[in-house]
């Protein structure tokens, strides 16, 4: 994954305060750009997971051990799945 060192941090701006001046567009908001990091491991496992589970068999690597609290690294995927953008030439059933 050539990128995830700029995805991860993104995925976890879903912990962040809004941005200032605030925007109109939530789910666009240029100026929160301040991620909250304490669950930057949590969430690029995650990532990893998911990268090889559309990539190979989902059932072939093992679950991490331990870990915190799932919730804040849902609410990252979350945030990231939100923000994927779709070609406007795909249909919605490829889209989704």
Not at 19 to 48: I, Y
């Amino acid at each position: 994954i050539g990128n995830h060192e700029k995805v991860v941090p993104f995925a976890c701006r879903a912990h962040a305060p809004p941005g200032v001046p605030p925007v109109m567009a939530p789910l666009a908001d240029p100026n929160n750009a301040s991620p909250v990091r304490w669950h930057e491991d949590d969430v690029d496992c995650a990532l990893r997971h998911v990268a090889h589970a559309l990539l190979v068999e989902p059932g072939s690597i093992p679950l991490q051990d331990g870990g915190d609290d799932p919730a804040p690294t849902a609410r990252a995927l979350e945030y990231l799945r939100k923000r994927v953008g779709v070609p406007r030439d795909m249909d919605y059933e490829a889209a989704r």
